[in-house]
């Protein structure tokens, strides 16, 4: 089992939709949650950084965080084409004094006018 | 993309052959990393290094070398060891190692075994 889960998709939505995207992990030890949009043959850029449960957001994007349940969630509202793109989790916990990152495998979102 | 560059964009390999992938930054950040990303993978952690002439396998470092002489520079060679090394790759770099600071990552560089 991966310490991170996430579901490839594609997920498919309209433009104007609430999209939900989400990970759950296995490692209770994660202290730093993230998510990254990729686009095509591109490098990840940051979208959220959070540390901890709750929710955070920054204009159309949400980050919830359950640590409880180990689970984070992205939520992206009045979605637009523009949004299509693989969106990345990434956790990061304490390994031997360092923060060792991992990533999910991503989710390929596809919005659609 | 921030301020890291990798070059080249594309590369062309022959079985057997060793390369080596550039990464620069002008972040001024310490730490550096590389990554592998196969289709449906998501990113794997091949080497990281937070000081230079110092650095760490990942969780894929078989086949790989790197070398961290320089601040700025963190290049990523992928030797004929390496049994099945067609993907991208990504170079990141991050002010501290992980934790409170943001990782930026380069454009990637699709290597091609032919």
């Known amino acids: 089992q991966k310490e991170v889960e996430q579901d490839p998709g594609p997920l498919s939505v309209p433009e104007g939709a609430i999209v939900s995207l989400n990970c759950t992990y296995s490692?209770?030890?994660?202290?730093?949650f993230m998510w990254y949009r990729q686009y095509s043959r591109k490098g990840p850029e940051l979208l959220m950084y959070?540390?901890?449960?709750g929710n955070k957001e920054d204009g159309r994007f949400t980050a919830q965080v359950d640590k409880s349940s180990k689970y984070i969630s992205l939520f992206i509202r009045d979605s637009q084409p523009s949004d299509s793109a693989t969106y990345l989790c990434a956790m990061i916990v304490l390994s031997g004094g360092s923060y060792i990152p991992t990533f999910g495998r991503g989710t390929s979102l596809i919005v659609h006018p | 993309d921030g301020g890291i560059t990798q070059s080249p964009k594309y590369l062309f390999r022959k079985e057997g052959q060793n390369v080596t992938l550039s990464c620069e930054q002008n972040l001024n950040h310490d730490a550096m990393y590389w990554y592998r990303q196969d289709p449906g993978q998501g990113l794997r952690l091949i080497y990281y290094s937070q000081i230079v002439n110092d650095f760490q396998k990942g969780d894929i470092a078989e086949g790989y070398s790197v070398s961290r002489e320089k601040k700025e520079s963190f290049p990523l060679t992928v030797t004929s060891a390496q049994k099945n090394p067609t993907a991208f790759y990504l170079c990141?770099?991050?002010?501290?190692?992980?934790?409170?600071?943001?990782?930026?990552f380069g454009p990637g560089t699709r290597l091609t075994v032919l």
């Open positions: 959070t540390y901890s449960s």
């Open positions: 990141a770099s991050s002010l501290n190692l992980g934790g409170r600071d943001t990782q930026y």
């Open positions: 490692n209770s030890a994660f202290q730093y």
